[in-house]
């Protein structure tokens, strides 16, 4: 019996088991499939390499520059300060899976196919080439992503996610992180070139049916679509959050922990994990956690929802957001606020004023 079975071993599980473990408790950290390649543009604040004691070696590229981009206009933002690093999230994954291990967890490469709740316990199957196997812990963590099977087995419903679309694509250089506007590109928020090995990361949100966006993304980046593997993956959109029911907390993706706007998850997912891990280490209330996770983010979560829904809708709202952004005093505020340095009070007003006086 173990304390805590955590299913998913991506940021958040990872990250949960070595806490977890490194405060002596009885984890066990189950993964599908150890290789596995999360589709994600691995881009996170240098800053969280300190904060979460990862090796800095695993950072693949650090950007400087982040560029917001339309046909016509195009703001860059100084970063150097804290500059965004680009991670390979097999590497990192891997990287982070060890240190857990490292810690005590004991780690284990099979797929969890159900789980129960029974009395006083919760109740993992896991299935490896047909052999059925069962564990039970005192809690379970639910660390597996945004196609959570245990959010579908124990609340029969799916994380709220929108779809993105992307490739690598080989030769098409860049040292920038370019976060494209545009309806034509994207749908309701931005299509994004990010450095990628010796190429760059390409994709855009579309809907299942939105090739025209992949297709206009393309052909604006003077890219042969052609020659390009496109595949579809999906991102938590985040809407209600979620947090502890009967014995199992939901972390990262599974949680819908996902930075509404920048569509950023792998800060928040290891955030999420350390968050959690103390609440359960210091055994205070468990509702501490959403409690806690509250207190740091939910008004920069909502701010940015809002932001989100205003500014991406059109292009006519994605103009105001440019020609807002190119005041200086903005720019630096959305800066600060981004980098979690401004008081989210202050900051939304300001941009609301000035949105609305660039409206009238
Ligand atoms: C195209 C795209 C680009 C992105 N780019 C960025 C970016 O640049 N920066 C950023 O911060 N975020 C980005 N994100 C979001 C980011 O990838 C996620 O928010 C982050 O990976 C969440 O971490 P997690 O540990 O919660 O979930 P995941 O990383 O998804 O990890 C879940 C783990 O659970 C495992 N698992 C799932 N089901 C089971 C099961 N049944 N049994 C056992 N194991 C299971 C999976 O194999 C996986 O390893 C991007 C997402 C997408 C789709």
């Keep these: 019996m173990y304390d805590i079975i955590i299913v998913g071993a991506g940021p958040a599980g990872a990250m949960a088991g070595k806490y977890l473990a490194e405060s002596d408790k009885k984890v066990l950290l189950i993964q599908k499939d150890f290789s596995f390649k999360k589709p994600c543009g691995g881009g996170l604040r240098v800053d969280a390499f300190d904060e979460f004691s990862i090796d800095k070696s695993l950072i693949r590229n650090l950007v400087d520059v982040i560029s917001m981009e339309t046909k016509k206009r195009k703001i860059e933002f100084d970063i150097s300060h804290i500059p965004l690093a680009i991670v390979d999230r097999v590497e990192f994954d891997k990287a982070l899976r060890q240190d857990a291990k490292d810690a005590g967890a004991e780690l284990v490469e099979t797929k969890v196919v159900d789980v129960e709740i029974l009395k006083d316990v919760v109740e993992v199957t896991t299935d490896s080439n047909k052999e059925k196997k069962k564990y039970r812990a005192k809690y379970l963590v639910a660390a597996d992503g945004v196609l959570s099977i245990v959010r579908k087995k124990l609340r029969a419903e799916s994380v709220p996610k929108k779809l993105t679309h992307y490739s690598d694509v080989s030769g098409l250089i860049t040292n920038k992180c370019h976060f494209y506007f545009g309806t034509e590109l994207t749908d309701r928020a931005y299509a994004w070139r990010f450095p ?7 994709g855009t949100f579309a809907p299942i049916n939105g090739k025209k966006y992949i297709h206009n993304l393309f052909k604006f980046l003077d890219i042969s679509s052609k020659d390009e593997k496109v595949k579809g993956y999906n991102i938590p959109q985040w809407e209600k959050p979620l947090f502890y029911e009967n014995r199992v907390f939901y972390v990262g993706d599974a949680a819908g922990q996902v930075l509404p706007f920048t569509y950023e998850g792998i800060y928040y997912a290891m955030k999420s994990a350390k968050i959690l891990s103390e609440v ?15 207190r740091l983010y939910l008004k920069k979560f909502r701010a940015l929802k809002h932001l989100q829904k205003i500014f991406l809708k059109s292009d006519l709202t994605i103009y105001i957001m440019m020609k807002t952004l190119e005041k200086p005093k903005v720019k630096n505020k959305v800066l600060l606020l981004w980098m979690d340095q401004y008081e989210m009070k202050i900051d ?6 000035t949105f609305k006086r660039m409206l009238t």
Excluded: N, P, T
């Excluded at 990628?196 to 390409?202: A, L, R, T």
């Excluded at 210091?282 to 806690?292: A, G, H, I, P, T």
């Design 196 to 202: 990628y090995g010796s190429g760059s990361d390409v």
């Design 280 to 294: 359960i280490v210091e055994d205070v209330s468990f509702l501490e956690y959403e409690v806690r996770w509250k």
């Design 348 to 353: 939304l007003a300001f941009i609301f004023r």
